[in-house]
């Protein structure tokens, strides 16, 4: 999934290959915040509005629910690396999520903030651990019933049984739980943090951190154990994998548990950061994150992490230049204009090329 | 094997949604139990048609209406009929589609016993329903529904185009310019604020109220600092928030229902520290208490919301306000959504329009015509749960009142303010 | 691939029928189509059936059920034939209706009579078509699905947001509708009479199908066969990529645009929302259950999903509720299936509907017989899998 990146950048002669990555990370953060500062105050006098820590906010807006979105993306890039579906299905799973993570709360007792630290830490592994094995063994039984039977059915078979699981995932919630917006525990406390020149409430904080965190965990799992290179190998080619010994029913199904692990993650950050779930939350999300998915170039799980930050910056950037009503139509605009100048996506590889 | 998946599927299924109904008794089977005791000798059996969004994103607006015109049925009998419903539903893949409405249209009108519709919630569907009722001269009543092209003018002649001066759809809620001018006043007035932030859901309904509000609120002398739209599927408010930071407006005017997420941003507001900062809102938002799941001040925090106003496009003085929302409780075990009362009141008029017609005509074609007629006579008003309510020569209510509201946080509801009629007191 | 290239040397087994209806191919669909239009009205008055509705009723759901054959089956010649994924096709639907909402409305003060805007909105679409295909045409696989979603998801906002030449989230309304011009005594098409709309919409499928067959068996035709199968061997063997995809671009949305005419003509207003994504995916999956590449299955794809969301669900509560069934005990759970609420359940049961048909009968419904041999006599042929987004899969 992701292998080293190969071609025409090695012969800059100055700067070493590995370095690139960070200085353009850099870089687009700096450009981001930019647009952000520059943005901001666009109505209000100079001397009324502090522009700084305006674009700030809205940077760490945009970090933030970029996260979520990138979550999710992970799942779909995954499951799409190694069976080439798109899984419309999985914003469901970050709907259900956010749901399990509701119902478990709520059932504590848990209605607002926790003061004692050791409690809230305690009761946040707990929702997410609960959260994410459901939702992992939702995704597992997704597959085994929905997608496994289709294997070598034309290929867009399973992209409408896909449509098919979301609708039931929907309307379980819809029928069985609520029609409308349910209130979801936010169970950290608000404070702003001021890290030097860094204004960031907390919540923001635990996401950031939280999203970096389990990117960087699927990162090392995926690279470094043998399960991982499993996963990789089946994505590369499936019969030479299988020829090698891995067991393709059970690495498919472990990739479904992993990515509807992280989609049932981004449902806990759902509820935890907006407070709020409904039913019918995942066709957007999903929406969002498949987009992102592909914007990363599809298959590659950096470039799902890379591509939902960016869909979290349009969307802010449309609100903060006073063009809310067009982020979505910005948000397509961008996809349409990377995959016409790169048409496998910022960081793809030739997926699309391969037999 | 495939098939026994198939069978347990079923199986699962109807145990599942055997388990539900128990809890969600449909609005027919609840009206059938309650007309059917009215009825003496030999009566005639008729129907309500409803047609709204039943299920989905919408489900929250359509399920307590139609319970408004079940309740009204199991409480008001016609001598002489048994009287049931024709339940429609708009929403396909869970949002209102208007070909299905219209689509359901026709149904209602090929279906003879239907004298009456209750319905539509949204305007796009309103929009390809009156062409269809117009030509079937089946009276139609939206409880919900709005915009002003509906009724006025051209646009409104050219959706009645079968029979231009045949008026065959009516509304209970007066337009969005009238209730958008109750928002200025209370942002402009009763808020005290001179600079607003005009925000839409970029829906029909939303759209046209903020464009409502702010052509007032010019009128008034107050300043709009910004307008902007949020798609209605929006969860993320926060970069909203943070550009309503540095404007820092005296109020906040939001155009649009509980469902597009309203509550969500007032949260997210609260969240940032922003909450002293009024909001007000039309009666998209008026949708309960703070103790009613779902409704905006439910969602807006836990308390409710301190700095909210909101209107209701109707008048608040009518006899015991408080009865009908006991009997709704009472019936259906939750509080009146926003549209409730105004569905009962739909139900009211049909029914009030069948008693006058009724004695001698048994034809249910005449019946309908008749029916149709009276409802559309400008002379005529009827005595509904929404007070006095009578109809222009298109169709609009004559009642151009809107009622004030202001959160409470002792009761953490809405309390009434006071009420201004648009058309003895309009904008200057 | 090898599959059709037994097909083209094998001898024919065929029956009399099956070669008179090769030498007379529109002769024949004309044939079935009126065979098919006379039945249709006939079939819903049977028993169990007509507890859905009365004719009239499904009448007026088959007027508006050939609005979606027209989708699927100008979608087919996209994903189908060429075998190239759009999740966007609702754009081109969108532009059809607003092109003829411009052209006979109040909105623009214009007139244009019907039936020669039902060309015009086609060829609207068709440039549509093309100017949104031609960014795509470097584009592989899913990343053009992606793309197609994109145009899918910007058009309704960009109709839907400037409201001064689209008039906005209300739309247009006061279409004009069509119109015989006193042609057998009939003016205006009106709105209580569906069976007018029924037989214009049987008349535009006719052709539409006889224009598909002909295509199809045409050198274009084989052209976008071979692209499915196998891009580059296509382009080796001669055949112009660019112009080829594009044409199938152009078609499918020409289609798209007959139907959006049509639609908005029938129901005399468009607004941004009918346009949405679900649109796309209701045809895409009507194409896929009806059999991806056939032309029949696909049209009766379309009729199926439609009747099954639109009247058979909605219609449930109606239908059980009248059916008035005893209750039936299963140990201690009493199910009572004349009780239950369906309209709740109905996209539950929508989604039920549409994952276990697909997981029964994988190739859709009526697979083309081209497919179905490529899935039943060479189910080892798994190397000669094409890459493209609609190919068998590896």
């Not at chain 1, 071609?7 to 700096?30: E, K, Q």
């Not at chain 2, 309904?205 to 509000?213: E, I, N, S, T």
């Not at chain 2, 909203?240 to 005017?253: C, E, Q």
């Not at chain 2, 938002?285 to 496009?313: E, F, M, Q, R, W």
């Amino acid at each position: 999934m992701t292998t080293a990146v190969q071609g025409s950048r090695s012969r800059l002669p100055v700067l070493d290959r590995r370095w690139l990555t960070p200085i353009g990370v850099v870089l687009a953060l700096v450009g981001a915040f930019l647009l952000m500062y520059l943005g901001s105050c666009s109505t209000v006098g100079a001397g009324t509005c502090d522009r700084f820590s305006q674009g700030e906010d809205q940077f760490i807006n945009a970090l933030t629910v970029g996260g979520m979105y990138a979550l999710i993306a992970l799942g779909y890039t995954m499951v799409y690396g190694i069976i080439e579906l798109i899984n419309f299905a999985h914003g469901e799973v970050f709907m259900c999520g956010s749901f399990v993570s509701w119902g478990l709360l709520t059932n504590l007792g848990f209605t607002g903030p926790i003061s004692d630290p050791l409690l809230l830490a305690g009761v946040l592994v707990l929702a997410f651990l609960v959260s994410m094995v459901v939702m992992g063994v939702v995704g597992v039984v997704i597959e085994r019933l929905a997608y496994r039977p289709l294997r070598n059915a034309p290929r867009l078979t399973p992209l409408i049984t896909a449509i098919g699981v979301s609708f039931i995932l929907q309307n379980i919630i819809f029928v069985g739980i609520s029609n409308s917006f349910v209130n979801s525990p936010q169970i950290i406390p608000n404070p702003l943090l001021e890290l030097g020149a860094i204004h960031i409430r907390l919540i923001n904080l635990f996401v950031i951190v939280l999203t970096l965190g389990l990117m960087t965990a699927l990162h090392l799992f995926i690279n470094r154990t043998s399960l991982g290179r499993a996963m990789r190998s089946t994505a590369i080619d499936r019969d030479a994998a299988q020829i090698m010994g891995v067991n393709i029913n059970s690495t498919i199904a472990l990739t479904f548990f992993i990515g509807s692990a992280l989609a049932g993650a981004a449902g806990v950050v759902q509820g935890l950061y907006f407070g709020v779930t409904q039913f019918q939350i995942g066709f957007q999300g999903g929406l969002k994150a498949f987009t992102a998915a592909v914007l990363g170039g599809i298959g590659n799980t950096t470039g799902a992490a890379v591509g939902g930050f960016i869909i979290g910056f349009i969307e802010v950037l449309a609100s903060t230049y006073g063009y809310g009503r067009w982020s979505e139509a910005a948000v397509f605009t961008t996809l349409v204009l990377v995959l016409v100048f790169r048409p496998t996506g910022i960081l793809g590889q030739q997926l699309a090329d391969r037999a | 094997m495939k098939y026994a998946r198939v069978g347990a599927a079923l199986t699962v299924f109807a145990v599942v949604a055997s388990a539900c109904s128990g809890s969600t008794a449909s609005p027919s089977a609840a009206a059938a139990s309650g007309g059917a005791s009215g009825g003496t000798g030999a009566t005639i059996n008729v129907k309500v048609g409803i047609e709204l969004p039943m299920t989905g994103g919408e489900a929250p607006n359509g399920v307590p209406t139609a319970n408004g015109v079940a309740l009204a049925l199991s409480q008001i009998q016609v001598p002489g009929f048994n009287i049931t419903i024709n339940q429609q539903d708009d929403a396909v893949n869970g949002k209102h589609s208007a070909d299905q409405g219209a689509k359901n249209m026709s149904a209602l009108a090929n279906d003879p016993s239907v004298l009456f519709v209750v319905g539509p919630y949204n305007s796009n569907v309103a929009q390809a329903e009156i062409p269809v009722s117009n030509a079937a001269g089946l009276m139609q009543c939206s409880p919900a529904n709005t915009a002003v092209g509906l009724t006025k003018g051209d646009a409104a002649k050219a959706l009645r185009k079968t029979y231009p001066d045949k008026i065959a759809y009516v509304r209970v809620a007066t337009t969005d310019d009238n209730q958008g001018a109750g928002t200025a006043d209370i942002a402009y007035n009763i808020a005290n604020a001179k600079t607003a932030y005009v925000l839409d859901d970029t829906q029909t309904y939303g759209k046209g109220l903020a464009d409502g509000f702010e052509a007032a609120y010019k009128v008034f002398g107050g300043t709009v600092a910004k307008r902007d739209g949020v798609p209605d599927s929006t969860t993320d408010f926060n970069s909203y928030v943070t550009t309503l930071k540095s404007l820092n407006p005296g109020i906040i005017m939001y155009g649009g229902v509980t469902t597009s997420g309203i509550g969500l941003f007032r949260k997210q507001m609260a969240q940032q520290g922003l909450a002293t900062i009024p909001l007000v809102g039309g009666d998209g938002i008026s949708d309960g208490s703070a103790a009613t799941p779902s409704s905006y001040l439910n969602i807006a925090g836990p308390d409710g919301d301190a700095n909210s106003y909101s209107t209701v496009a109707a008048i608040h003085d009518i006899p015991d306000p408080a009865k009908f929302s006991n009997d709704y409780k009472a019936k259906f075990n939750s509080d009146p959504g926003a549209y409730s009362a105004p569905g009962y009141a739909c139900t009211q008029i049909f029914l009030e329009a069948l008693k006058a017609v009724s004695p001698g005509v048994t034809d249910l074609g005449k019946l309908r015509e008749a029916v149709r007629a009276y409802v559309a006579d400008p002379t005529h008003t009827f005595d509904t749960v929404l007070g006095k309510v009578g109809f222009d020569a298109n169709g609009d209510t004559t009642q151009h009142t809107i009622s004030y509201y202001q959160f409470d946080p002792t009761t953490k509801d809405w309390k009434f303010l006071k009420q201004r009629d648009f058309t003895a007191d309009p904008v200057k | 691939m090898s599959a059709a290239m037994n097909r083209a040397a094998g001898p024919r087994q065929t029956l009399g029928l099956r070669r008179f209806m090769g030498r007379h191919q529109s002769l024949s669909i004309l044939v079935l189509a009126i065979i098919v239009a006379v039945a249709l009205p006939l079939v819903v008055t049977l028993p169990i059936i007509s507890g859905f509705g009365i004719q009239k009723d499904w009448v007026t759901g088959f007027a508006q059920a050939g609005v979606f054959v027209l989708l699927a089956l100008g979608l087919n010649v996209v994903v189908g034939f060429a075998g190239l994924l759009d999740l966007g096709y609702a754009a081109f639907f969108a532009i059809g209706a607003y092109t003829f909402a411009y052209a006979a409305s109040g909105f623009t003060g214009l007139d244009f009579p019907f039936w020669p805007m039902l060309l015009v909105g086609a060829g609207v679409a068709a440039i549509f078509g093309v100017l949104l295909g031609a960014p795509t045409l470097r584009l592989r696989g899913d990343y053009l699905a992606i793309v197609t979603l994109g145009f899918g998801e910007i058009v309704p906002v960009v109709f839907n947001n400037a409201d001064t030449y689209t008039n906005g989230t209300n739309g247009i309304t006061g279409i004009s509708q069509p119109s015989l011009y006193g042609l057998a005594g009939i003016y205006g098409f009106g709105f209580t009479n569906p069976y007018l709309y029924y037989i214009t919409v049987f008349v535009i499928i006719t052709l539409v199908i006889m224009l598909l067959y002909r295509l199809q068996d045409s050198r274009i035709g084989r052209a976008w066969v071979a692209i499915r199968e196998d891009e580059l061997a296509a382009a080796s063997m001669g055949i112009n990529t660019v112009t080829t995809k594009l044409l199938a671009f152009a078609i499918g949305a020409s289609t798209a645009g007959l139907a959006g005419v049509f639609y908005s003509a029938k129901l005399s207003s468009v607004t941004p929302d009918q346009f949405k994504f679900d649109v796309s995916f209701t045809a895409l999956a009507m194409v896929v259950l009806g059999g991806m590449g056939n032309i029949w299955g696909v049209a009766a794809g379309a009729l199926i999903v439609y009747e099954l969301q639109s009247q058979g669900l909605k219609q449930l509560d109606q239908f059980m509720h009248a059916l008035n069934l005893p209750a039936i005990a299963l140990g201690p759970l009493v199910i009572n299936l004349s009780q239950i609420n369906y309209i709740n359940f109905q996209n539950l049961l929508y989604g039920l509907a549409l994952a276990l048909m697909m997981l029964l009968r994988p190739e859709g419904l009526f697979p083309s017989r081209r497919r179905r041999r490529e899935l039943h006599e060479e189910p080892a042929s798994d190397e000669l899998a094409s890459p493209d987004a609609t190919g068998e899969r590896e």
